[in-house]
Nanobody, 124 residues
Framework: QVQLVESGGGLVQAGGSLRLSCAASRSIFSINYMGWFRQAPGKEREFVAGISRSGGNTDYADSAKGRFTISRDNAKNTVYLQMNTLKAEDTAVYYC?????????????????WGQGTQVTVSS
């Protein structure tokens, strides 16, 4: 079992930046794919970004391309999401997820492990 704990959320003005962290309770070296999702009020949870075990393969939603960067540090059991040029529409609860599959379809929601989420609010 792996517990995931997100941190780094908060209130930021539009155009600003935040870096989210997702710390795992044990080594994530055996966890192949890790992703970030978000859910805004009244909306479905949506994929934001994902990364393979080595970090050599990354996936992004169109809304995140060019602004967000996902990375992972297996030695620290942590995955990051650097978010730049934030917009009001990025406001949501952001969730970290982990899966033992090597690659996970961007539409998949059946990850093995989920965090509790961290709130990101972008004021316009």
């Amino acid at each position: 079992q792996v517990q995931l704990v997100e941190s780094g959320g908060g209130l930021v003005q539009a155009g600003g930046s935040l870096r989210l962290s997702c710390a795992a309770s044990r080594s994530i070296f055996s966890i192949n794919y890790m992703g970030w999702f978000r859910q805004a009020p009244g909306k479905e949870r949506e994929f934001v970004a994902g990364i393979s075990r080595s970090g050599g393969n990354t996936d992004y939603a169109d809304s995140a391309k060019g602004r967000f960067t996902i990375s992972r540090d297996n030695a620290k059991n942590t995955v990051y999401l650097q978010m730049n040029t934030l917009k009001a529409e990025d406001t949501a609860v952001y969730y970290c997820a982990a899966d033992r599959r090597i690659r996970v379809p961007l539409t998949a929601r059946n990850y093995d492990y989920w965090g509790q989420g961290t709130q990101v609010t972008v004021s316009s």
